[in-house]
């Protein structure tokens, strides 16, 4: 199993720029989040689906689009880059057995670095 | 606001030290605790903690959750320079939300 996978790993944008950041998994994990990491921060979530079709707002979702058509797929977009999204972006992917219940095998995709200048 | 903190930020130790990582948390609709070991890529998972005062172990490293003084610890014995990474906490609260901590950065010495 590939697990999370991410695409790019890395990317360069100027201000003003869009792009789409690629998230697929293979172990048909009911739940899939987009994260950004920025030094002394943690990781903060972005966006979050609870299944195909439903997405949801986290902490930090200005400035970002999502959508999950599919269970395997999760793309980020950006619509218009500033360098304020210069981060390191991760996708997870995890599932629960009860609704309502703990959540198990989050997985973390190897993350897409993005600077924006 | 939900919140986590880790402390201490940042820790150097000397191979065979033990150390004490610290997560403290307020967040709603908490359902677990979670650790991870981050090096250079992804976070990778270590334990999750749904229970308090059940000890969880893998190897060296071990973990323990307090529910009503909403704090967790992760300890590590006989430190190697392999466990040089960012250890991060996180709680995993309502609708598939993980809130994280901003990492405890531990440096193993030879």
């Known amino acids: 199993n590939a697990g999370v996978t991410q695409t790019p790993k890395f990317q360069v944008l100027k201000t003003g720029q869009s792009m789409t950041l690629q998230c697929a998994q293979d172990m048909n994990h009911e739940y899939m989040s987009w994260y950004r990491q920025d030094p002394g921060m943690g990781l903060r979530l972005i966006h979050y689906s609870v299944g195909a079709g439903i997405t949801d707002q986290g902490e930090v979702p200005n400035g970002y689009n999502v959508s999950r058509s599919t269970t395997e797929d999760f793309p980020l977009r950006l619509l218009s880059a500033a360098p304020s999204q210069t981060s390191v972006y991760f996708c997870?992917?995890?599932?629960?057995?009860?609704?309502?219940?703990?959540?198990?095998?989050?997985?973390f995709g190897s993350g897409t670095r993005l600077t924006v200048v | 606001e939900d919140k986590v903190v880790q402390s201490p930020l940042s820790l150097v130790v000397h191979e065979g030290d033990t150390v004490t990582l610290n997560c403290s948390y307020e967040v709603t609709n908490f359902r677990s605790l979670l650790w991870y070991k981050q090096e250079k890529k992804a976070p990778t998972f270590l334990f999750m903690l749904t229970s308090s005062g059940i000890e969880k172990k893998s190897g060296r490293l071990s973990s323990i959750l307090d529910k009503k003084e909403l704090f967790s610890i992760l300890n590590i014995t006989a430190t190697q320079t392999g466990d040089s990474a960012v250890y991060l906490c996180?709680?995993?609260?309502?609708?598939?939300?993980?809130?994280f901590g901003q990492g405890t950065r531990l440096t193993i010495n030879p």
């Open positions: 996180a709680v995993h609260q309502g609708a598939q939300k993980l809130v």
């Open positions: 997870a992917s995890s599932y629960s057995i009860n609704f309502g219940g703990p959540v198990y095998g989050y997985t």
